[in-house]
Structure formats: structure tokens, C-alpha cells
């Protein structure tokens, strides 16, 4: 039983410091990712990964249950007083379950929901096409104006016309604060649910630096990985505003969760939620929000210094969108991870290519935040990404399909052999060494 893992499976043991490697030695700056602390990672590989625990504390299918009935109560308790709202389930396997869940328990197959448009920002669960939550559901997509900003003129006349039983707020890829007092008027006109995903957000939500949904929305769901900084997971809430418009709202959750559509909780995963809303309760935890917002405003006014364009022309929470010309998205993510920078392809605001080849980057600043860069540090970022940028602007992206694989295949071994990108590559392990993550 006492094996470590190196002795037992090497195999999976030096993949596994591969990966910490990476992590040590490059820049994280996918806005979706960041590094969980040490703690919330003990409690995620505790032994509570061997507990079934189906129900909820005090009404168990499964004995043995007084450990977890307090963790997974701590976990509420916290997230009920971090968020202020009055009914919290900490368990959803991950954000889109989450989101499932909240459609199982407001709407009925068929039902109208209207979300934000995929390639305009809003997330797959959202009723995007290529989703389930739209073969189930009758789903309207609303979208962003040519500035990238949530279009509230075309919200208003879709909810008017439609009339939807739900609408979503909130995305995966939006530099802009969520206008939710809007959107609670245009959904409390045509009687709506207002379901508000903070996926991205809850960290700033909770450190004071993105306006909370609390007051404005119905529901609350939010993945626990993300700015949060907690183990991947998921949480749902409902608000005072929820229980008005239906006193039974928080048992349908509930039992949207368990049993419609899921098993037995992750009481591991439940634990580590429990230790990240724990370091969210201390005053740290806003300092670290206000850096995470500060670092992206810093990252985007040097890269604007430097001719970069940036959709909406910067950012007001951790997350910012480039404009790279047609098709360049793909280019440009390469290229900067052969650097040792980590980004993802990301389709812009009426982006004309598609999403395999969008035209954008999209990339943030929770990761290199938490390891302790600033703005000073900011400016060497907007540096590297521009000598990239620099090295890769003779790659267009064809319009014509045909033209496509050649150009590809000469990009992707001309990266391999650049020697200024090699050289970047060393300098960011430079400054990665003077900041060490879990070292
Ligand atoms: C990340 C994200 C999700 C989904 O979370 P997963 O844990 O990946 O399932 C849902 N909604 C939004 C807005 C997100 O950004």
C-alpha cells in the first residue's frame, strides 16, 4: 500500500514532472488557467477520493458519512458568505455540468434560452450549435457589436421576440465588465430567468474588482479553477432575487445535480473547494485580484504602445483579445509556444475566418500573477509577444482552402528552426526561474 508513485509507476510519474516542468519554465497566460496553491492541491489528493457519498449532508444513500457532511458543509458555508447568497451546491464535476444542471432544473426540453454567440465569446453550454444544451433546448444566440461589446439592443429585441424561459450571462472570452444590471431589466421585462456564469470572473467577483451578479440574476454558476484558484469543479447558487421568483429554486437545483444528472460527489474535489474559498476569505486574496486586473491593463496599454490591436482596445478585467489579421490566430499561439509563452487561438468579434483558424489570441493574467509578476514583468510579456509577432509577419493566412496545408506546413517547420524564437524561449526560462511556482 505504500508504494509512492515514482516507485510503483514511473511511467506516469515522469510524465506527471514533465508537466511541472512546463509549468516552472514557460508563461501560462491561457486566462482559463492558473497555478492552485500547494494546499488545495494536498486536500484534492486526499483519501477522501474513496468515498461515496451520494445526497447531501444528512440525507445520505451511503454510510460513514461524518467527515464529509462537514466538508462539504464547510464548503457551502463559505461560499454562501464569500458571495452573499443563500443557497450554494459545491457539487458539480466541473463548469458545464454545472450549467447542465441549472437548464434541468428551470426549463423543460424545448424550452427557449438565450445565450451569447460562441465565436462572439460566450461558452459552448451557452445553446452554441455544436452543443447539447442546444439539441435539448431551443437555443437564441445574441452576440457582441463590431467594437466587441455586448450588443444590449439586439438582447432586448431577441427577448422581446422570443421570449425565453432563461437567459445566460456571462462568457469565456470577453474583456468587458458584464453589464448584468442591463440585462436583469431586459430579462425581468419579459419574465425570464437571469443566470449569470462567473466562471471566468468569480475571483474578481469576490476580491471586489468585476461588479458582483448577486443582486441582478436568478442564479449563479462558476467553475472553482479559474480565477477562484481552487481544484477544476464546479458551484451553483441561487440568490435571494431566485427564491423571490421561486421559492422552490433551490431544491430544484438540487436535485437537478443529484439525482437528475449526477452520482456521488468528488469529496476530494469538495475538500480542495473548501481550502480555495478558505484562502478567498483572506485579505490577500483581494490583493491578488487587483494585480490580476492591474497586470492585464498593464500587459495591454505595452502591447497597444507597440502597435498591438487589441479587441475593444483593452480590458477591464484579467483577460485580453488580439486582433492578429485573418486566420493568424493559429500562427501566432504556435509561435509563441515554441517561445515558452502559452496562449490559445480565439475567434474575434465578427471574425471572419472560423473557429479552427481564428483570428485572434486570447490570453490573461491570473497564472503569471499568482507566481508574483508584475507590471514590470508586463512589459517584458508585451516585448517577447511582439518580437514574436515580429518574426511571424510574413505568414498570412489564405482565404482560399487549396492554398491552406502548404502555407501551414511551411509555418510549422520554419517555428522548429527560428533561432530568435529559441532565443526568447531561453529568456523566459530566465525570468521563470526568479519566479518558481511550487518550488
Ligand atoms: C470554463 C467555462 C465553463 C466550463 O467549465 P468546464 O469546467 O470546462 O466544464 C463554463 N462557462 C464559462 C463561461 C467558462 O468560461
Known amino acids: 500500500m505504500k508504494k509512492t508513485l515514482k516507485e510503483q509507476d514511473p511511467e506516469v510519474y515522469n510524465i506527471i514532472k514533465g508537466e511541472e516542468k512546463r509549468q516552472e519554465e514557460g508563461l501560462e497566460l491561457i486566462p482559463s488557467e492558473i497555478a492552485a496553491s500547494s494546499a488545495v492541491i494536498e486536500a484534492l489528493g486526499s483519501v477522501l477520493t474513496n468515498k461515496y457519498s451520494e445526497g447531501y449532508a444528512g440525507k445520505r444513500y451511503y454510510g460513514g458519512q461524518e467527515f464529509i457532511d ?5 464548503a457551502i458555508n463559505r461560499a454562501k458568505e464569500l458571495f452573499g447568497v443563500p443557497h450554494v451546491n459545491v457539487q458539480p464535476y466541473s463548469g458545464s455540468p454545472a450549467n447542465f444542471a441549472v437548464y434541468t432544473a428551470i426549463c423543460e426540453p424545448g424550452d427557449k434560452v438565450m445565450g451569447q454567440s460562441l465565436p462572439d465569446g460566450g461558452h459552448l453550454t451557452h445553446g452554441w450549435k455544436a452543443s447539447a444544451t442546444s439539441k435539448f433546448f431551443d437555443t437564441i444566440q ?6 466587441g461589446y455586448l450588443d444590449l439592443e439586439e438582447i432586448e429585441q431577441l427577448a422581446k421576440k422570443h421570449k425565453p424561459k432563461m437567459i445566460w450571462v456571462g462568457a469565456t472570452a470577453y474583456v468587458r465588465e458584464f453589464p448584468f444590471e442591463q440585462l436583469s431589466k431586459i430579462a425581468d421585462e419579459v419574465n425570464a430567468y437571469l443566470v449569470a456564469d462567473i466562471a471566468h470572473i468569480a475571483g474578481l467577483v469576490i476580491g471586489g474588482v468585476h461588479k458582483s451578479p448577486v443582486e441582478y440574476v436568478h442564479v449563479i454558476t462558476t ?5 477562484l484558484r481552487g481544484p477544476r469543479g464546479g458551484m451553483i447558487m441561487v440568490t435571494q432575487k431566485g427564491l423571490k421568483k421561486d421559492s422552490e429554486l433551490a431544491n430544484k437545483i438540487d436535485r437537478a445535480v443529484f439525482p437528475g444528472l449526477q452520482g456521488g460527489p468528488h469529496d476530494h474535489q469538495t475538500a480542495a473547494i473548501a481550502v480555495a474559498l478558505g484562502e478567498a476569505q483572506k485579505p490577500e486574496f483581494k490583493e491578488y485580484a487587483k494585480q490580476v486586473v492591474k497586470n492585464a491593463k498593464a500587459l495591454a496599454k505595452e502591447l497597444k504602445k507597440r502597435g498591438v490591436k487589441l479587441v475593444t482596445d483593452g480590458t477591464d478585467n484579467h483577460m485580453l483579445l488580439i486582433d492578429c489579421g485573418f486566420g493568424r490566430g493559429t500562427f501566432l499561439s504556435d509561435a509563441l509556444e515554441e517561445a515558452g509563452i502559452t496562449l490559445n487561438k480565439n475567434t474575434i468579434p465578427r471574425d471572419e475566418s472560423s473557429p ?5 489570441v486570447r490570453l490573461g493574467t491570473p497564472f503569471v500573477t499568482v507566481r508574483g509578476l508584475r507590471e ?9 509577444i511582439c518580437r514574436v509577432f515580429e518574426e511571424m509577419k510574413e505568414y498570412k493566412f489564405p482565404k482560399i ?14 517555428v522548429k528552426q527560428n533561432k530568435e524564437l529559441k532565443k526568447i524561449r531561453e529568456e523566459v526560462r530566465e525570468l521563470c526561474k526568479e519566479f518558481p511556482l511550487y518550488k
Do not use: C
Open 356 to 360: 479552427f483558424y481564428p483570428s485572434g
Open 401 to 414: 482552402k487549396e492554398y491552406r496545408a502548404k502555407v501551414l506546413e511551411k509555418f510549422k517547420k520554419d
Open 70 to 74: 462537514d466538508v462539504e458543509t464547510l
Open 142 to 147: 445574441y452576440h457582441t457589436d463590431e467594437n
Open 376 to 384: 514590470k514583468e508586463m512589459e517584458k510579456i508585451a516585448d517577447w
Open 223 to 227: 467553475t472553482t479553477h479559474k480565477t
